[in-house]
């Protein structure tokens, strides 16, 4: 009874989560993490995405 594996059949449809700009309402695009993130906060569903128009990059806490 190891079912400690969430697999729901759903796994590949996070690289089609699509982020909106909250300013411009711009479709983010995504981008590589920061060094530091993925070494400090590895452990986090966190992503980063990047707004062409207003051009800041911000964090998403994913699933
Ligand atoms: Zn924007």
Redesign the pocket.
């Known amino acids: 009874m190891a079912a400690t594996t969430l697999s729901n059949g759903h796994e590949s449809t996070d690289d089609h989560h699509v982020v909106i700009?909250?300013?411009?309402?711009?479709e983010?695009e995504r981008v590589n993490r920061d060094s530091f993130v993925r070494v400090f906060l590895s452990w986090l569903p966190l992503k980063k995405y990047f707004?062409t128009?207003?051009l800041?990059s911000r964090y998403i806490l994913g699933k």
């Open positions: 700009c909250k300013k411009c309402h711009k983010l707004c128009r207003c800041r």
